[in-house]
């Protein structure tokens, strides 16, 4: 058969593209309607060669009992007689589309809540923020979504209040809710006000920023001893450059548990769960003739970090971020669920730069990561002990010090 004869399948699937390219925009207002589809009548020859196939189109439409108006014409056949065939499905409203591929209920959600916010914030109407937040709008649970706006409301009415995210007195407001919010808030708020820079959620929210902090292990004792006995620190920066201490070694470790987890070594601090704000440690100016070490996770962050970390110390060593260790761990890998999407590192040595990009290309596997945590613990004090910046140097291990 020449013709194509739309079965209830096929407009549903297009109306489905249709409505997921366009949800947005028809939310907005725009759009034109009515959508008409043609169904694709066939002619006495289409239906002579698959009847059949025409006699299940027909059935098929007959069956239909959506929300769009289906249309039928009738056809006056020499040979097959007077026929009633489905001709067009015409959709009146955004709602009406919705409704059809099953997303009827979470439209009418959309469009109810984008309704109270027009109403409470009429200047959002020329702006396409609404839009893009439409999942926010659509699938936000009732008391997420009156939280959300009591706290747009307050925060517009308080527009430099200097307070802290938890200090905020929004009923229900947890610092996890709105972390996870961040860029929603700033999003909308920056509507709001009608804002056209990109300055960030605290600045535009009038919210006192946080001051970054530092945590540090002092893992000498003669170290400690200049400092009350102090072991394990936490503090700005600007605080720890005054520590009167001058250690010969840093070790920079990606994750918490494994910088609390370092034995004692002479003349050594060690840095913890810095990520890309490792930049930080360039204030602290006793740092600047140590020798220093990175182990970092074997991903693409990871990498990331070391490379960040170099262009602030030139002569940093990294141990342990090789392609034998994490071929030697293949059994204990885990998938990085988002891999950084930087491709130029340039500070990374060839060996460093050869893992990489392994890992960015899928030479091994697709997104696969080695936790730091994961390897051996008295092998990773082994390559520790024996790398460029501890060759020599005691370890206090299980009691007793290791010699390398």
């Not at 034109?32 to 006495?44: A, F, K, R, S, Y």
């Not at 905020?168 to 809710?177: E, I, M, N, R």
């Not at 899928?362 to 390559?383: F, H, T, V, Y």
């Amino acid at each position: 058969m020449a013709k194509k004869l739309l079965l209830p399948k096929d407009v549903i699937e297009w109306l489905t593209r249709r409505y997921t390219n366009q949800h947005k925009a028809w939310l907005l207002g725009e759009g034109q309607w009515p959508i008409t589809v043609n169904l694709g009548i066939p002619t006495e020859t289409d239906a002579t060669q698959d009847i059949g196939g025409v006699r299940h189109w027909v059935e098929a439409w007959g069956d239909w009992n959506g929300s769009a108006k289906l249309s039928w014409v009738s056809r006056h056949w020499s040979r097959l007689g007077t026929q009633n065939l489905p001709s067009s499905l015409e959709i009146a409203t955004p709602n009406d589309v919705a409704s059809v591929i099953g997303q009827g209920k979470r439209w009418r959600t959309a469009a109810e809540r984008y309704q109270r916010f027009i109403d409470r914030w009429p200047q959002l109407a020329a702006h396409a923020v609404l839009g893009r937040h439409f999942g926010v709008l659509a699938d936000y649970a009732e008391t997420d979504f009156t939280r959300l706006v009591s706290m747009l409301d307050w925060l517009e009415k308080n527009p430099a209040s200097g307070l802290t995210p938890r200090q905020l007195p929004v009923a229900g407001l947890d610092t996890k809710w709105l972390e996870k919010r961040a860029g929603v808030v700033t999003d909308l708020l920056r509507s709001i006000r009608a804002i056209d820079d990109v300055a960030d959620f605290y600045s535009i929210c009038g919210l006192k920023r946080p001051v970054p902090r530092i945590r540090a292990r002092i893992l000498c004792p003669k170290l400690r001893s200049m400092l009350g006995g102090l072991r394990d620190i936490e503090a700005t920066v600007t605080e720890l450059s005054e520590v009167a201490i001058t250690p010969k070694r840093v070790i920079i470790v990606e994750n918490l548990e494994t910088g609390l987890a370092l034995p004692d070594i002479p003349d050594t601090v060690a840095f913890m769960r810095l990520g890309n704000a490792v930049s930080l440690l360039s204030g602290l100016t006793w740092l600047q003739d140590c020798s220093m070490l990175y182990w970092g996770d074997i991903d693409t962050h990871g990498f990331v970090i070391l490379n960040r970390a170099r262009s602030y110390f030139p002569k940093l060593l990294s141990v342990m971020m090789d392609s034998a260790t994490l071929l030697a761990y293949q059994d204990l890998w885990v998938e990085e669920s988002v891999p950084s999407s930087e491709t130029e590192l340039p500070l990374l040595t060839p060996t460093e730069r050869d893992v990489f990009e392994g890992l960015r290309t899928g030479r091994w596997n697709n997104n696969i990561r080695l936790e730091q945590e994961r390897i051996c613990w008295p092998d990773a004090m082994k390559s520790i002990a024996e790398s460029a910046v501890f060759s020599g140097v005691p370890l206090l291990l299980n009691g007793m010090f290791s010699q390398s």
